[in-house]
């Protein structure tokens, strides 16, 4: 066997992998103190022998069992250490035949033994010997063109549905390249703004040039990249800071910063932060105003919440919502006492015996009342039902719902 052989083998052509069982036998007869290096080119052919330059020029320098020496591009190879498992593999296929089945159990043998090249080597054997074997022409990477019928190239596939490859071997159309490259600008434009608010937040106790720089980028601040950094300062710094933080966030494009205004308002425990956050939005035009009241209503089924949402509506004064305010007023928890629940309850009595009891009580039902809600509707109507829900729901359907129904009446 010479070394042009081995050098000039390729798996591409669909043939046996002579290359990789010849340069594998090869080494077989290598001396036993040092395994030979195996050398695999980027198009499918194997070199068995000694690699003299693993890690240094451009290219490849490769000493064989016959003294001949052989140079690749170093960009064309791949070089990994001849290992037990390339002489058993030698073996297995040296007493093996050509068949279809053969060539299978070779792909499972070398898969097993996470030997990838090789058994694709076979795969493009058995694709040879079996056309119709999806499964080794997609492990091969190959896709079925529905239009011809024939087996193509994923890379090529994919090309002709106009998609473009993209990290870690995935593949995107153009919108979607497109959207993820504005998503990574915007990560680094964002990582960029949040170190420069950090730097000016340092410079406030700087030198008297490094204050005066800081103050003025804090009075123009408008940059919506820096709310989520602002907003986490608000809600992890102590006082008296979190107010210039939300003052700064206030300062932010209200139409992108409002849903940040809402989530403080709703979340934050001091009603001073909470009436500050309330008077900002109500100041706001139709559209703040729009989403501000529409944003604390959605928080009205959550019983947890629906006290301080009615509460943050009051500003607003919008009579639309007075129908599920009434619905809001009252809610229900389910109490369940303490003990087992069973038929019955054994327990020492106070003489030593034994005392036996009915069990733990069943659940019960617990209704809540909801004082800002009640407070709230009070206000928008001027009406005062207390809990009594029935009234509150008879007198809205006297004064909305027929002045509703009664609009959509013919004429005649």
């Known amino acids: 066997m010479s070394t042009e052989t081995l050098s000039s083998a390729k798996f591409s052509n669909r043939k046996q992998p002579i290359a990789v069982l010849l340069g594998l036998i090869a080494c077989v007869h290598w001396p036993s103190s040092a395994f030979a290096d ?53 073996k297995s296929i040296a007493s093996r035949g050509e068949s279809l089945e053969d060539q299978r159990d070779i792909v499972t043998e070398c898969m097993n033994q996470q030997m990838v090249t090789l058994a694709n080597a076979h795969r493009e054997r058995v694709v040879e010997l079996d056309p119709s074997d999806r499964n080794a022409w997609e492990n091969l990477k190959y896709m079925k063109d529905d239009a011809t019928g024939k087996w193509i190239r994923r890379e090529v596939a994919n090309f002709r549905r106009g998609k473009i490859k993209g990290d870690k071997g995935l593949w995107f159309t153009w919108q979607e ?114 989403m501000a009241v529409n944003g604390f209503a959605s928080f009205l089924p959550d019983k947890k919440q629906r006290d301080r949402a009615a509460y943050n509506m009051g500003p607003f004064n919008d009579k639309r919502f007075i129908g599920i305010m009434i619905n809001s007023l009252l809610s229900t928890d389910t109490v369940v006492p303490a003990g087992p629940p069973g038929n019955t309850n054994a327990g020492f009595s106070s003489n030593g015996g034994v005392s036996f009891g009915n069990g733990a009580p069943p659940p019960s039902t617990r209704i809540n009342q909801h004082k800002d809600v009640l407070a709230a509707l009070q206000s928008l109507t001027g009406e005062s039902f207390g809990y009594d829900m029935l009234a509150w729901r008879q007198w809205f359907a006297q004064k909305y719902a027929y002045e509703n129904m009664d609009s959509r009446r013919d004429e005649y």
């Not at 052919?45 to 690749?72: H, Y």
């Not at 939300?246 to 932010?252: A, D, S, V």
Request: proline share 4%; hydrophobic share 35%; with cysteine.
């Open 38 to 90: 195996i050398v695999e080119l980027r198009d499918g052919g194997v070199i068995c022998g000694k690699v003299l330059n693993p890690s240094q020029g451009a290219l490849v320098t490769i000493e064989t069992e016959d003294g001949s020496v052989i140079e690749i591009d170093r960009k064309q190879v791949k070089i990994r250490q001849s290992l037990q498992r390339d002489l058993d593999y030698a």
């Open 177 to 290: 390249k497109a959207l993820m490259d504005l998503d990574e600008k915007r990560k680094i434009q964002t990582r960029d703004a949040e170190r420069e608010l950090d730097a000016k937040l340092k410079g406030l106790s700087g030198n008297s040039r490094q204050q005066t720089e800081a103050q003025a980028y804090f009075q123009t601040l408008n940059n919506p990249l820096v709310i989520r950094k602002l907003h986490q300062l608000f809600r992890e710094d102590p006082s008296p800071n979190r107010m210039t933080y939300l003052g700064l966030l206030q300062q932010m494009p209200p139409y992108i910063v409002t849903p940040t205004i809402i989530k403080i308002a709703m979340e934050d425990a001091d009603i001073n932060v909470v009436n500050n956050c309330l008077d900002n939005l109500a100041a706001g035009d139709d559209y703040v105003r729009e």
